[in-house]
């Protein structure tokens, strides 16, 4: 894997771990008592966002090491999937 494929691939995971993490933890202004004029109701009274930074790249990180492991020392390769067929041998 190229220096490039794994910084791509790390940010998509990344990416993915965000939206993931995001909506943890979210209380609404109207659950919390406190609706700021001019926002709605549903938006976020405190949204934590250094918080989800911190475990959304920890999560990446330990979900890129793994993902890695597989790819670099060929614990999965597609001669492994039954009903892949290779596109050469088609």
Not at 38 to 46: E, L
Not at 56 to 63: D, E, G, N, R, S
Request: aromatic share 12%; hydrophobic share 50%; glycine share 4%.
């Amino acid at each position: 894997m190229t220096v490039t494929s794994a910084i791509v691939l790390f940010a998509t995971i990344w990416a993915i771990t965000f939206f993931c993490v995001l909506p943890f933890g979210q209380v609404s202004q109207q659950e919390a008592g406190d609706v700021e004029p001019g926002t709605p109701a549903s938006a976020p009274s405190d949204a934590q966002i250094k918080r989800k930074l911190v475990i959304t790249t920890l999560t990446a990180i330990a979900v890129f090491a793994l993902v890695y492991g597989v790819l670099a020392y060929d614990v999965l390769t597609l001669d492994d999937i039954p009903w892949f067929t290779p596109p050469s041998a088609r």
